[in-house]
């Protein structure tokens, strides 16, 4: 998968999270509302590209006012 940074994606503004390490387990959560014990976001300069297995563990982060 791949995301083009048309902003800036910084905690502020509801970053993507992911958990590091979980394509490997080849799985869905069992549960879609679990509050991980450790995630990482991820963040970038506007115009930044991230490229990432689609098997990783990601939501969105939390909504904010600012533009994302």
């Known amino acids: 998968m791949?995301?083009?940074m048309v902003d800036s994606f910084e905690a502020e503004n509801g970053a993507t999270h992911v958990?590091?390490?979980s394509h490997h387990h080849y799985q869905k959560p069992k549960d879609r509302d679990?509050?991980?014990l450790s995630f990482e976001r991820m963040?970038?300069?506007k115009g930044s590209m991230a490229i990432f297995?689609?098997?990783l563990w990601h939501r969105v982060g939390p909504p904010s006012?600012?533009?994302r």
């Open 19 to 21: 958990i590091p390490g």
């Open 34 to 36: 679990f509050e991980p």
């Open 53 to 55: 297995d689609t098997a």
């Open 65 to 67: 006012q600012k533009s």
């Open 2 to 4: 791949t995301v083009l």
């Open 43 to 45: 963040t970038g300069s």
